[in-house]
């Protein structure tokens, strides 16, 4: 063996074996089945879009559609944030440049099937060969949505969506530049190729997840998210930090199942790997420091612009690793809501936040989780400010649990799902709404049947 093949096979070797020795890769995780290890993955790949941070970077966005060389631009975001600074800072710069574009501002706070549906037919009739996303995760989404269906006009809208109710095909056609320009500090959807809407037929969410709709330039500019209210913040600050919570915590990506046969094939959430867990970790100390500031001091530009990257930070993590059951038990919960409108969101219809319906399981989900990771759990409480000195592996839940109901306590989050308008009645619903969230709840390190499943909800109807 040359000498240089023999440094690169030592090498190698030494990342394997480092690899394999932190906490989530080693003695404290349990794969799910011994036959499932016969065809669980051996690799993990990190992708995320370029991003750009600054305070007024929006005003460079005119010169990055010029190098793209794009003639006719899609600028996308809802009836709100049409009227606000953000989006006339876009158009400012487009016109300044002297760049073609069309607005379309009726994208739906939590979108549908059919509201992708009516973004995607704009977007096909238009002829945009670049879009432009101004706004919240819902906006991105859309947008991500929008140019995947105006790329491949022929698709049925359920060939891309995630199965089991949709077909799952992976992306091969060509999609058109994507710039996105949150405005929240929440989703990190800027980061991710995901997509995620509520079904109407089933009334639960679900999405479409596939790298190709990453963004391909996102637009990190703190001062917008001055203009988020209290409860906007909150809640998107809670979906940051199930975000890095559920990534890190997530089973290992050599236990994820199963292989896939071609690199295509390989999904956007592998389960957590050294990479990922490296945003996770940085995300939670930035929430410990800043996420109560940010909430209630709207002026704070520091705490703002912080959360700002943290959800950056989260969503590289969780783009790649993935999110669990958080995640998966809140789609059915925003997807079922009845009369609840939360407080300080513009829309007309009925509205459990995102953020919202993910972090009203937190609570029993990590304490549920915990005995399958405790070091992770353990982990995680401590960088969010508990000392975990003395506590016993066996108390990593419970001790996270307390941790997560001080953090709702202080951002004055309901009391559970009763007080979102949900009743025991409602479990077997919600359980059912559950169920096709494999995308999802097959990433987190402890398998459930539909009582467990029954379990965390009914454990969730009050949180305090």
Not at 81 to 108: G, I, N
Not at 243 to 262: D, G, V
Not at 435 to 457: I, M
Request: with cysteine; hydrophobic share 40%.
């Amino acid at each position: 063996m040359s000498s240089a093949r023999s440094r690169a096979f030592h090498l190698l070797k030494s990342i394997s074996s480092a690899t394999c020795q932190c906490p989530a890769h080693s003695a404290g995780w349990t794969p799910h089945s011994t036959k499932a290890a016969k065809t669980t993955d051996y690799a993990f790949e990190m992708a995320c879009s370029t991003v750009r941070y600054g305070p007024r970077v929006t005003q460079e966005i005119g010169q990055d559609v010029g190098v793209l060389g794009a003639k006719k631009v899609l600028v996308m975001t809802d009836a709100t944030l049409a009227t606000m600074r953000p989006v006339a800072a876009v158009l400012d710069s487009l016109s300044h440049h002297k760049v073609e574009f069309s607005v379309y501002d009726s994208v739906r706070v939590e979108p549908t099937d059919s509201s992708f549906k009516d973004a995607a037919n704009f977007a096909k009739a238009g002829g945009f060969d670049a879009f432009i996303a101004v706004g919240g995760g819902s906006v991105i989404d859309t947008c991500k949505a929008a140019n995947l269906y105006a790329s491949d006009p022929e698709a049925d809208f359920l060939d891309y969506v995630n199965p089991p109710i949709g077909k799952g095909k992976p992306v091969t056609v060509k999609l058109a530049p994507l710039i996105a320009v949150p405005t929240t500090a929440g989703t990190g959807s800027e980061t991710t190729g995901v997509a995620i809407f509520d079904y109407e037929p089933l009334k639960a969410k679900t999405g479409i997840a596939n790298r190709a709709l990453r963004p391909t330039l996102g637009i990190i500019d703190p001062l917008h998210t001055l203009l988020m209210p209290e409860r906007v913040t909150a809640y998107s600050g809670f979906d940051v930090l199930c975000h890095a919570l559920e990534s890190f915590t997530a089973i290992p990506y050599q236990q994820r199942s199963p292989r896939p046969e071609h690199p295509l094939l390989r999904p956007a959430y592998q389960g957590s790997n050294p990479i990922s867990d490296v945003w996770a970790r940085h995300a939670l100390g930035i929430i410990r420091d800043y996420f109560k500031r940010s909430v209630y001091n709207q002026d704070d530009v520091e705490a703002r612009s912080q959360m700002h990257l943290a959800s950056t930070f989260a969503g590289v993590g969780f783009g790649n690793a993935g999110v669990h059951l958080c995640h998966g038990l809140s789609y059915p919960i925003a997807g079922g809501v009845r009369n609840y409108k939360a407080k300080e969101y513009q829309c007309d219809h009925a509205l459990i936040p995102h953020g919202l319906s993910v972090v009203m399981t937190a609570p029993a989900v990590f304490t549920f989780t915990a005995p399958f990771c405790p070091e992770r759990h353990l982990e995680a409480a401590a960088l969010l400010g508990h000392d975990t000195t003395n506590v016993r592996k066996e108390d990593a839940g419970l001790v996270l649990a307390d941790v997560l109901r001080k953090y709702m306590s202080d951002m004055k989050i309901d009391d559970g799902l009763e007080a979102l308008g949900f009743t025991k009645d409602d479990i077997p619903a919600l359980v059912k709404g559950t169920l096709p969230q494999h995308r999802v709840t097959k990433l987190a390190p402890r398998e459930q049947s539909e009582e467990d499943l029954a379990g965390l909800f009914e454990h969730s109807m009050k949180v305090y």
